[in-house]
């Protein structure tokens, strides 16, 4: 079983900076893709950044230089650092796992983004 808790979510104008934190417990590996999702007000859930055990991670091209992803496997926590935030940022964010094919979701964390 995998437990995923979302931290660092706010509110912040536009331009600005956040960055947002999951913790991990139970069975992560260092292995174990990781991501961040986020869903707006009436938009499906859409992958922002996805971090594996190895290679460069992937990110939605809507925050392509804008957002990076990281993980620290020592302390099981991924983080999503995000900068030159947009209202169209706003969004609930959601940190997920994937552990042998099975998903497991966070309770997620709201990112309002003022003009």
């Known amino acids: 079983q995998v437990q995923l808790v979302e931290s660092g979510g706010g509110l912040v104008q536009a331009g600005g900076s956040l960055r947002l934190s999951c913790a991990a417990s139970g069975n992560i590996f260092s292995t174990t893709p990781m991501a961040w999702y986020r869903q707006a007000p009436g938009k499906e859930r859409e992958l922002v950044a996805l971090i594996r055990g190895a290679g460069s991670p992937n990110y939605g091209d809507s925050v392509k230089g804008r957002f990076t992803i990281s993980r620290d496997n020592t302390k099981n926590t991924v983080a999503l650092q995000m900068n030159s935030l947009k209202p169209e940022d706003t969004a609930v964010y959601y940190c997920?796992?994937?552990?042998?094919?099975?998903?497991?979701w966070g309770q997620g964390t709201q990112v309002t983004v003022s003009s």
């Open positions: 997920y796992a994937n552990r042998l094919g099975v998903g497991y």
